[in-house]
């Protein structure tokens, strides 16, 4: 099906030439899909579902700490609450990231051109460990202090506490709330496009399939 | 709103750890552990509802 | 989705389907949105539950105040170990110092030293002198002072490492039991940094030093408190110590991070357990396994372990189920 609008206005056009690349790279059907194999029928595959739910909620308790200041969950019974759900809800990231790890290691995903797919994982699974740890940094109380000054020698060790200073609670601070979620919310989003474009990975061993025909097309 | 001095369960007491050999673990951690691989094992042993398949 | 004007243009195939292809089906019917929702909502309700019937700790912080007040002598000792340079943080080396010899090595590269002195720290000013220059109206304090200063640099590290030794030796490392000895203003200036510590004094003084009115970084607060053994003896009461798995554990009977488990466990044994460059060869231990996580698609051995450890016979149950019937 040709494009006619394209015939006027697409030549040399970098939103158009974008537009075209995406789509075709990851369609629509592919990114809001209402199918999926027939294989993907197991309860390990919601583990990646609820790891991101937990990351949604963690986000949404940390925004409601930073709009009322880090010292907030201290003085105030809502303030240590909230402090409690992002805990646990951080907590449940952690539970449910890690059996999603087991489960993908065991179905070897990344087999059929997904490689890049367990690379990002492992490195936001990294990025979620070193976020989680400046959390524990700016908590303002005895954790903090204990583990910033343990910490130190670790990074001290190989260099980086000279540019990294875990004794600086408001370069922390900073860090914790803004550079590291970043960083975060990038990995995790390529992560699960990723994760649309190359689909599910087919099971291992697949005994020989009748391909049905024609529906390659679809 | 939720008192806090008052949680249900006051995790706040000294820690129970256990030892084996150079291994030393809180119960706290162990329980965690514990129904993760618990939680694993049932993903897997659990049947799934099957959907309507399309040819 | 077919159409009924479609015709299959071959018999179906048997084939093995590449991983790399894209499905050819069969499909089952899935929702991805209301997948999530519903993701969504049981973590809501799994995580206020959790939050309602747990909470999370909260333990207050130590003052140096507070650590004054609580053990003098090990505050005292402490004092004077920053005053003769003979404490962790004089001793350290880059960021805080350039102390010869000081800092980790992984393997033989030293990377500490390569990280350089940006957090600059002079312990014997920065802990001690300075925070006691600041204090007024103190005639003792300022003779003292003065002593100290008109003395030369092996007078002053002689007078601290004496009156440090006879500390050690005293009973309880009580200044007021310590022997004889000319320890010359030392006892005076250590005996005038307890007291402004007792009274909220040198908090304020450190994480405000040359002036500042505003103050997030706590570098000075924390390595003067670290360098002491109270904060530490509070820690290894809750399981926190290096050597105790610490880094996995929470204060009280909360779960801590379990997932650090394989990074603190080379702690617990040898040869990181007796080695000075333990920090710097774990951190390159655990960077080159995460490596090697990370890059397990191409290393061979490790990525077939799940065909070894056939854990996916479970997973795709249904589906070699189903294959091997047709």
């Given at each position: 099906m040709t494009d006619r609008v394209e015939d006027a206005y697409g030549a040399g056009n970098w939103t158009g030439a974008l537009r075209r690349r995406a789509v075709k790279a990851l369609p629509p059907e592919q990114l809001l899909p209402d199918r999926q194999p027939?294989?993907?029928?197991?309860?390990?595959?919601?583990f990646g579902a609820l790891s991101l739910a937990a990351l949604v909620w963690a986000l949404v308790s940390g925004t409601w700490l930073a709009l009322a200041g880090a010292a907030w969950w201290h003085t105030s019974t809502v303030g240590h609450f909230v402090n409690s759900l992002h805990l646990w809800s951080v907590e449940l990231f952690f539970f449910f990231m890690v059996i999603h790890l087991w489960g993908q290691f065991f179905m070897a995903s990344w087999r059929g051109r997904r490689a890049l797919t367990w690379i990002t994982g492992v490195v936001a699974f990294v990025g979620s460990i070193a976020t989680a740890f400046t959390g524990y940094l700016v908590q303002q109380n005895f954790d903090s202090q204990w583990i910033a000054t343990q910490a130190k020698d670790g990074l001290n060790s190989v260099g980086v506490g000279a540019w990294f200073n875990v004794l600086n609670t408001g370069q922390m601070l900073l860090w914790h709330v803004m550079l590291l979620p970043l960083v975060l919310g990038v990995l995790v989003v390529l992560h699960v496009l990723l994760v649309r474009v190359r689909g599910v990975v087919p099971p291992l061993d697949a005994p020989a399939g009748e391909v049905p025909p024609t529906e390659a097309a679809q | 709103m939720i008192d806090v001095v008052a949680?249900?369960?006051?995790?706040?007491h000294p820690g129970h750890y256990l030892h084996w050999g150079v291994i030393q673990l809180s119960l706290a951690n162990l329980v965690v552990i514990a129904v993760m691989v618990g939680v694993f094992v049932l993903a897997l042993l659990l049947p799934f509802p099957g959907g309507r398949r399309r040819p | 989705m077919t159409t009924t004007t479609d015709r299959p243009v071959s018999p179906p195939e048997r084939r093995r389907i590449s991983?790399?292809?894209?499905?050819p089906g069969p499909w089952r019917r899935f929702d991805i949105v209301k997948e999530f929702v519903i993701a969504t909502v049981v973590v809501a309700l799994l995580t206020v539950l959790l939050a309602a019937v747990f909470s999370s700790p909260d333990e207050k912080p130590i003052t140096l105040q507070a650590w004054a007040k609580a053990d003098p002598n090990d505050f005292v000792a402490t004092a004077v170990s920053e005053l003769d340079g003979q404490s962790g943080t004089a001793t350290y080396g880059p960021p805080y110092n350039?102390?010869?010899?000081?800092g980790q090595k992984l393997g033989p590269v030293p990377l500490q030293r390569w990280?350089?002195?940006?957090?600059?720290?002079?312990t014997a000013n920065d802990f001690v002198l300075g925070p006691l220059r600041a204090v007024p109206n103190d005639p003792a304090l300022s003779a003292a002072l003065s002593t100290y200063s008109a003395a030369t640099a092996d007078q002053q590290a002689k007078w601290a490492s004496d009156y440090g030794d006879a500390l050690a030796n005293a009973p309880d490392g009580d200044p007021a039991k310590v022997a004889q000895g000319d320890y010359g203003p030392v006892p005076t200036l250590s005996r005038r940094l307890l007291d402004l510590a007792q009274s909220g004094g040198l908090d304020g003084a450190l994480t405000t030093q040359?002036?500042?009115?505003?103050?997030?970084?706590?570098t000075k607060p924390l390595l003067f408190l670290a360098d002491g053994s109270y904060l530490e003896d509070q820690a290894r009461a809750q399981h926190l110590g290096g050597d105790q798995w610490g880094m996995m554990n929470e204060t009280g009977n909360y779960p801590g991070q379990a997932w650090l488990w394989l990074y603190t466990f080379w702690y617990q044994i040898k040869p990181f357990s007796t080695s000075d460059n333990a920090d710097a060869l774990v951190w390159g231990l655990m960077a080159l396994l995460t490596l090697l996580l990370a890059l397990l698609p191409f290393i061979p051995g490790l990525r077939s372990i799940p065909r070894l450890i056939p854990v996916h016979r479970l997973i795709w149950r249904d589906y070699y189920h189903r294959q091997t019937r047709t």
């Open positions: 027939a294989y993907v029928s197991s309860w390990i595959y919601v | 949680a249900p369960v006051d995790l706040n | 991983p790399a292809e894209p499905w350039n102390t010869p010899d000081a990280g350089g002195v940006r957090a600059p720290v002079d040359g002036g500042q009115f505003y103050a997030s970084d706590f």
